[in-house]
C-alpha cells in the first residue's frame, strides 16, 4: 500500500524560503511519478511540478522559485520554495500515480495523496 506524508510546511515572511518533504512508502521514488500540488483556500487544487524517472515538469503557473527534487536513498520527494509570496499560501500536497511516468498535472491522473501540509506566507 503506498503511503505518502508531507512535512515542512509553516508560516513564513515573504521572500523567505522553506522546503517541504514527501516521504514515501510502498514504492521507490526513484521509480515513481510523484507530484505536488496546492489548494489555496476557495480555490481549486492546481499542479505545481512532478517528476518521474524521465524529468521534471513545472506547471506554467509556478514560478521560478519552485524547484522539486528527490532524495532516492531517502525515498523522498522535495518542494523547496524560494522567495515565497502571499498567494502561494495553500496545502501542499503530495500525490502519485499508478503509470509511474507523470503524464500531465491533472488532479484526476493521480490516485494517491498524502494529508498535505500548509504552507502561510504573510506580506
Known amino acids: 500500500q503506498v503511503q505518502l506524508l508531507e512535512s515542512g510546511g509553516d508560516s513564513v515572511q515573504a521572500g523567505g524560503s522553506l522546503k517541504l518533504s514527501c516521504t514515501a512508502s510502498?514504492?521507490?521514488?526513484?521509480?515513481?511519478?510523484l507530484a505536488w500540488f496546492r489548494q489555496a483556500p476557495g480555490k481549486e487544487r492546481e499542479g505545481v511540478a512532478s517528476?518521474?524517472?524521465?524529468?521534471?515538469t513545472y506547471a506554467d503557473s509556478a514560478k521560478a522559485g519552485f524547484i522539486i527534487s528527490r532524495n532516492n536513498d531517502k525515498n523522498t520527494l522535495y518542494l523547496r520554495i524560494d522567495s515565497p509570496e502571499p498567494e502561494d499560501t495553500a496545502i501542499y500536497y503530495c500525490?502519485?500515480?499508478?503509470?509511474?511516468?507523470?503524464?500531465?498535472?491533472?488532479?484526476?491522473?493521480?490516485?494517491?495523496w498524502g494529508q498535505g501540509t500548509q504552507v502561510t506566507v504573510s506580506s
Open positions: 510502498g514504492l521507490y521514488v526513484s521509480a515513481s511519478c
Open positions: 517528476m518521474d524517472s524521465f524529468g521534471t
Open positions: 500525490a502519485s500515480n499508478r503509470l509511474g511516468v507523470c503524464a500531465d498535472l491533472a488532479v484526476s491522473t493521480y490516485n494517491t
